[in-house]
Nanobody, 128 residues
Framework: QLQPVESGGGVVQSGGSLRLSCVVS????????IGWFRQVPGKEREGIVC????????YYEDSVEGRFTVSRDASKTTVFLQMKDVQPDDTGVYSC?????????????????????WGQGTQVTVSP
């Protein structure tokens, strides 16, 4: 069973940077869709950056575009969410999710139906 596991959350000052990591049961993550989602109390979970490694498509939520990026390590077993110039509104629980393999979707986005398993999440708190 695929089970994403996130790490790297913590407290960071406004304007700072943080990198989150996601591994999925030791799976090599080439050609899979990987999404990063954020949830804050009282609000629905929202997809903020979703990368489809099957065809290279990527989606950024408006508030993070230009500040957050997704990358993989050389072994392709870990996906990173690099967060720069974080703001207090970025505070929340960040989860990664795994979707299908070799997915072709036009247009591509973070619709939750595209993903089949989420991790427990890691807390990110941005202090003013």
């Amino acid at each position: 069973q695929l089970q994403p596991v996130e790490s790297g959350g913590g407290v960071v000052q406004s304007g700072g940077s943080l990198r989150l990591s996601c591994v999925v049961s030791g799976l090599r993550l080439d050609r899979y869709a990987i999404g990063w989602f954020r949830q804050v109390p009282g609000k629905e979970r929202e997809g903020i950056v979703c990368k489809n490694y099957g065809d290279g498509s990527i989606y950024y939520e408006d508030s993070v575009e230009g500040r957050f990026t997704v990358s993989r390590d050389a072994s392709k077993t870990t996906v990173f969410l690099q967060m720069k110039d974080v703001q207090p509104d970025d505070t929340g629980v960040y989860s990664c999710a795994i979707g299908g393999r070799d997915t072709v979707a036009i247009p591509w986005d973070c619709a939750e139906w595209r993903f089949r398993a989420w991790g427990q999440g890691t807390q990110v708190t941005v202090s003013p």
